[in-house]
């Protein structure tokens, strides 16, 4: 089932699940915006792949009061619970239902963020996305993803799927975890060192990791 499909099923009840099944929920999303080199009062202009429920456009939102956020989606259901979220941020965000490898923007951004998208996509194809990215930011623009990646050998996938399944079992009703393993079908996970490879093949560099839990891990690369 494709990734998109996957998402616009689970969209009602995405959210409730969703710090149940990320056990390091808080230091990873935390990790995604310390990383963002930005003053409080900064405008910056986001642009969020793979928004979804609009959970990290908010902690943007939130973090950076003078900031805009472009949320971009393949699910309208998703970007539909994402409105909801947003209401109080009214003119300050705008919704896009869209594959955002396509994605073409009027005016480059000041940062690009992505949270638990980017891993449906498999092996050189994360590698073309972030080639796009960097076209789609300024100079000096910044490109955080927060994410999960699988292990460099088998050994270190199964650890990694050991300790997450070990994690959440207790956390999540059996319902929402099989859930969770259906949305497992559409993963197509590389490794950390693949993916910051592929930033600095795409031009950017300060590439950085700022947290690794396991599978769950927040990098980044700059646009020089």
């Not at 616009?8 to 409730?16: F, G, H, L, S, W």
């Not at 705008?94 to 498999?122: K, M, N």
């Not at 050998?153 to 975890?177: C, K």
């Amino acid at each position: 089932m494709q990734a998109e499909a996957v998402f616009t099923k689970d969209a009602q009840d995405y959210d409730q699940s969703r710090r149940g099944l990320i056990p390091c929920f808080e230091d990873f999303y935390g990790a995604a915006i310390q990383a963002l080199p930005f003053d409080r009062e900064d405008p910056v202009h986001f642009l969020d792949l793979g928004a979804g429920t609009g959970l990290l456009s908010e902690m943007v939102l939130e973090s950076f009061p003078g900031s805009t956020v472009t949320l971009i989606d393949a699910s309208d259901a998703m970007l539909g619970r994402a409105r909801e979220r947003l209401v109080n941020h009214d003119g300050r965000t705008r919704f896009v239902t869209a594959d955002y490898r396509a994605f073409e923007a009027d005016s480059p951004f000041d940062a690009i963020v992505s949270a638990l998208s980017i891993h449906h996509f498999a092996g050189r194809a994360k590698a073309r996305l972030f080639a796009r990215a960097w076209n789609l930011l300024r100079p000096g623009g910044m490109f955080v993803n927060a994410d999960q990646v699988c292990g460099a050998d088998g050994e270190t996938e199964n650890a990694y799927r050991r300790h997450w399944f070990g994690s959440v079992r207790e956390r999540v009703s059996g319902e929402e975890l099989l859930r969770s393993l259906d949305r497992l079908q559409a993963d197509r996970m590389s490794t950390l060192e693949e993916q910051l490879n592929w930033l600095r093949e795409a031009g950017f560099d300060r590439v950085a990791t700022w947290f690794q839990n396991f599978s769950f891990v927040v990098y980044s690369g700059r646009r020089p």
